[in-house]
């Protein structure tokens, strides 16, 4: 009895120091969750904003005459206030919250009929990657669909982020993958133009110089446009394309000349799409499409030009054609 007497009394000491010591562990980790989600970013809601969601549009039939809808992905852009679909509005949901807790607290309330409560910044419609940024591809892949009218590549955006914005025009990084999931799998920077048009009504950054790649394919190589180059142009407009010919000249006295003729024939680049057409629309709301097809648009074709006549090897009178100016023709 008098032993046990005196383990009952040192565990009744023991108990205080056990308690400091259980308190301590519990301020520690109170204060490092605080610390992790007391920056004055609003980091769950910026990560459920800026992602990828399902984007399909119908390319075509296959060769056995099925319809083929691709899911290409799109980067939301903005928070929404109300969800439009279930699977929508469940991330839609979480992006108004600045925790998991306040997800599950407010859906309790809806579910009990009052009034949700909105928090953090990105409510109301606010960028999700705030005022400096948007949310963008991190990148792409290219797969070839094997369609009735033929082999059809189609881009299909693979994760998202927040990208800074830049007030000038300028060529960025754009990675794509060729390929995917094969021997020949291969990454290439092909670049791209970001940059805001500025005070210049109907200009945007696009693409007017040009590089090529290679990439080994099962079929030999393929040849891969990159863009090098990028400046302020209407939606429909021309760039450089530079051809030589050998022209026949006669100099002074009477000699004759062979010369290298440069001439810049000009291209006709851009787009002209009315817009896509929606073929698939959500029963609950009809301001949400579910399947798009591609709109085809006018074509950018060319509205002026010049004419180049000279002399070639064989003494024959040559004309070549340059494009001057582009205009939208349907």
């Given at each position: 009895m008098g032993v046990q007497a005196v383990l009952r009394n040192i565990a009744v000491d023991m108990m205080p120091l056990c308690v400091l010591l259980?308190?301590?562990?519990?301020?520690?980790?109170?204060?490092?969750?605080?610390?992790?989600?007391?920056?004055?970013?609003?980091?769950?809601?910026?990560?459920?904003?800026?992602?990828?969601q399902s984007h399909f549009i119908y390319i075509g039939k296959d060769i056995s005459g099925s319809p083929v809808n691709v899911d290409v992905g799109m980067c939301r852009t903005h928070c929404q206030s109300?969800?439009?679909?279930?699977?929508?509005?469940?991330?839609?949901?979480?992006?108004?919250h600045s925790s998991m807790l306040d997800f599950l607290r407010?859906?309790?309330?809806?579910?009990?009929?009052?009034?949700?409560?909105?928090?953090?910044?990105?409510s109301d419609g606010a960028p999700s990657c705030g005022s400096s940024s948007t949310c963008e591809p991190t990148g792409t892949r290219v797969d070839k669909v094997l369609l009735l009218d033929g082999l059809r590549e189609v881009e299909i955006i693979e994760d998202c982020h927040c990208e800074a914005k830049v007030t000038w025009c300028l060529r960025a990084p754009s990675l794509k993958t060729y390929f995917f999931e094969?021997?020949?799998?291969?990454?290439?920077?092909?670049?791209k133009c970001v940059g805001s048009k500025g005070e210049l009504e109907g200009f945007s950054c696009v693409p007017t110089k040009f590089d090529s790649a290679l990439v080994d394919t099962p079929n030999k190589v393929e040849l891969i446009q990159t863009v090098t180059g990028c400046d302020l142009k209407e939606g429909c407009y021309r760039i450089p394309y530079v051809e030589y010919h050998?022209?026949?000249?006669?100099?002074?006295?009477?000699?004759?000349?062979?010369?290298?003729?440069?001439?810049d024939v000009g291209r006709?680049?851009?787009?002209?799409?009315?817009?896509?057409?929606?073929?698939?629309?959500?029963?609950?709301?009809?301001?949400?499409?579910?399947?798009?097809?591609?709109g085809?648009?006018?074509?950018?074709v060319p509205q002026g030009y010049e004419s180049h006549t000279f002399l070639n090897q064989h003494g024959q009178t040559r004309t070549v054609l340059a494009i001057t100016s582009c205009l939208c023709q349907s």
């Open positions: 259980l308190l301590c562990v519990c301020h520690q980790s109170s204060t490092a969750v605080l610390s992790k989600y007391g920056e004055p970013r609003n980091l769950f809601a910026e990560r459920a904003c800026c992602r990828r109300q969800p439009s679909s279930f699977e929508l509005g469940m991330h839609s949901s979480y992006s108004r407010d859906k309790k309330m809806r579910m009990l009929g009052a009034p949700s409560r909105e928090s953090g910044p990105t094969t021997p020949y799998e291969t990454v290439i920077d092909v670049g050998y022209e026949i000249t006669y100099n002074e006295e009477g000699l004759k000349e062979e010369k290298l003729k440069e001439i006709c680049l851009g787009s002209c799409t009315s817009g896509n057409r929606c073929l698939l629309r959500s029963a609950s709301d009809s301001a949400e499409c579910l399947l798009w097809a591609e085809q648009g006018s074509a950018c």
